[in-house]
């Protein structure tokens, strides 16, 4: 058991060149690059055949194609790194105490590296075409949509939490299973909801590697960073301050274990 609340960690230098958060930093790079490269294919490709994209079966074929891409980068990292693949996560476990700052550096600097990888490797695929680039719908402002995808990222640490951080010791293999499948619906559902007003990016890591490899248009970039990062954040303190109860805290499990362990 421990005794009160887990705390901001700063950490230790030597934590950034241990060999369980390099093979951690590996696994958050491959998995962001799976992920970057399925759900910007699937945008790129529907921009290929149709000329509307906000039709509803674009939508519903993009939010589809963001699930399953996400449920399965999730899948092959929570026993590994904790399966964040997205800066706000990590982010949002870093502010509840669940991992200290030093591996959240690595593991950004690893999401930002894996979703440049995605999305060139994209680029070469398809002969250097130009990837798509997000825009805000006529009648957004940039601070409408950071509020929106605040409110996305919000919901998606809070899911996070509670499937792959919070399982109770005799669910712990139950929570493996349904952190993917409960974020990658969540995911999908919300490109379903605000897709149409500024492309629910949820992940900063998704908006950074299209545009350093194709649009290079960074007017409303930052909406995609400050939007996740203040709704995770927040989420991770909600869930750890208010629904977690001290009195009942274990260790980490297996599934955050990449996650949540000190410097």
Same mark, same amino acid.
């Given at each position: ?23 951690? +930093? $590996? /696994?958050?790079?491959? !998995?962001? &690059?799976?992920?970057?490269?399925? #759900?910007?294919?699937?945008?790129? *490709?529907? @921009? ?12 519903? +074929? $993009? /939010?589809?194609?963001? !699930?399953? &891409?996400?449920?399965?980068?999730? #899948?092959?990292?929570?026993?590994? *790194?904790? @399966? ?180």
């Amino acid at each position: 058991m421990r005794a009160g609340r887990r705390r901001f960690n700063v950490g230790r230098l030597a934590t950034a060149t241990d060999p369980g958060t390099l093979r951690c +930093a $590996v /696994a958050e790079l491959l !998995a962001t &690059a799976i992920f970057v490269f399925a #759900a910007e294919g699937a945008t790129h *490709s529907l @921009g290929r055949m149709y000329h509307d994209k906000g039709m509803v079966s674009g939508l519903m +074929a $993009v /939010a589809l194609a963001h !699930a399953l &891409a996400l449920a399965a980068a999730v #899948a092959c990292t929570v026993n590994i *790194s904790g @399966g964040h693949v997205n800066p706000a996560i990590t982010f949002g476990a870093l502010l509840g105490g669940r991992i200290c700052l030093v591996r959240s550096l690595v593991y950004w600097t690893a999401q930002l590296l894996g979703a440049v990888t995605g999305a060139l490797l994209l680029s070469l695929a398809t002969g250097g075409v130009r990837l798509p680039e997000y825009a805000l719908a006529g009648g957004m402002n940039g601070w409408h949509a950071a509020v929106l995808e605040a409110a996305m990222a919000f919901g998606l640490m809070y899911a996070y939490y509670a499937t792959a951080m919070e399982p109770p010791p005799q669910r712990v293999h139950a929570g493996m299973t349904m952190a993917p499948l409960a974020m990658g619906l969540l995911a999908g559902a919300n490109v379903l909801a605000c897709g149409a007003f500024d492309g629910a990016v949820m992940n900063p890591a998704r908006a950074f590697g299209p545009a350093i490899v194709g649009s290079r248009r960074w007017g409303n970039h930052w909406v995609y960073w400050v939007g996740p990062m203040v709704g995770a954040g927040l989420s991770g303190v909600v869930y750890e301050h208010l629904v977690v109860s001290p009195a009942d805290e274990e260790e980490p499990a297996a599934p955050s274990r990449g996650s949540s362990r000190r410097a």
